[in-house]
């Protein structure tokens, strides 16, 4: 039997989408990690998580919660404080690197310029 459907597969996540937020948590997660000696499987069993998901937000395609950040610092050794806080300096180094982000165009924007076609419910990428 062939089984065939007509639904698509969920397009993944590509560099330029993920937020730079969660692409600098990600990057220290990382360091950090690498420098505790832990490895992905180890950081996840001690903070009750999936491995999958640790790699997730090193990748940047997932965001950390406030009980996800507690969780992840008991492991690593560090208070929750000093966790946000060397992601911060983290993230200001990453800013000096001036990334272009693409963005979405605002509705009234576009019809203001009468750029926006009649029937379009997405906007454009600038």
Known sequence: ???????????????????PLSVAF????KEVRIERNKSQQELAFD????RTYVSLLERGLASPTL???????KPLGLPTSELVAGFEVHLSKQRTRKQPVKRRANEASLEANGER??????????
């Open 1 to 19: 039997m062939n089984f065939t459907s007509d639904t698509a597969k969920p397009k993944k996540k590509v560099a330029s989408e993920r937020h």
């Open 26 to 29: 990600g990057e220290y997660l």
């Open 47 to 50: 903070a009750s998580i999936d």
């Open 67 to 73: 009980l996800l950040l507690m969780a992840l610092s």
């Open 117 to 126: 076609k009649q029937g379009s419910r997405r906007s454009p990428l600038r």
